[in-house]
């Protein structure tokens, strides 16, 4: 489990082709800290660590992976939101995520308001009941509270500390984004259709 906080901002520092691809990212973390096993968001998609050593990590990435998410279009400096899981007893400053990207959101425009950046984003139709007004989504592993919501579209704004931590800020139209619904949306959902 995460929270949507990114609490380092890392990048992809290659591709090996094996059965599946692995990754290997540089990161600001303390790796010596971080496990063999470990689980860690990499722009909202739960990643298990299988390598590291000072300075980066490795993790395998599947072709069902690559193909559900926005990691099949990352190459070599693609810069990646990370998140280390969740520890019992910490700090919940965002909401749940569990880091199973449900799909992928496109920018559709970004602009400054104020002091802040907003960004309306388009969902797949399916995933566009699961998003309301002043719910959470995750989008790349950043917890955001929706603005507003119109059809398949939607709109979020980023503090400047939030644009700047995360790779949100550098988002332009046409971009992807890896998106997770809110849990509980997801299973009022449910209970709604008498499946649960």
């Not at 609490?7 to 290659?14: C, E, H, P, Q, V």
Request: aromatic share 6%; net charge negative.
């Amino acid at each position: 489990m995460f929270t949507g906080i990114v609490t380092d901002l890392g990048s992809l520092r290659a591709i090996e082709q094996r059965s599946d691809a692995r990754f290997i990212f540089d990161t600001g973390y303390d790796t010596t800290a971080i496990a063999v096993g470990a689980s860690i968001a990499c722009s909202g998609a739960c990643l298990t660590v299988v390598d590291k050593g000072a300075g980066w990590f490795a993790a395998d990435v599947s072709a069902e992976t690559l193909s559900k998410t926005t990691l099949g279009d990352w190459r070599a400096g693609t810069k990646v939101n990370f998140e280390c899981s969740l520890r019992l007893g910490d700090e919940l400053g965002g909401h749940l995520v569990s880091g199973h990207v449900d799909g992928v959101a496109s920018v559709i425009s970004q602009q400054p308001e104020q002091g802040s950046l907003r960004i309306v984003f388009e969902v797949p139709p399916d995933l566009a009941k699961f998003i309301a007004p002043k719910g959470s989504v995750a989008l790349d592993g950043v917890s955001l509270t929706v603005n507003e919501v119109e059809g398949s579209r939607f709109g979020v704004n980023l503090i400047p500390h939030t644009a700047a931590a995360t790779t949100l800020g550098g988002k332009q139209p046409g971009d992807r984004v890896n998106l997770e619904i809110d849990q509980l949306a997801r299973y009022v959902h449910r209970l709604l259709d008498g499946r649960l």
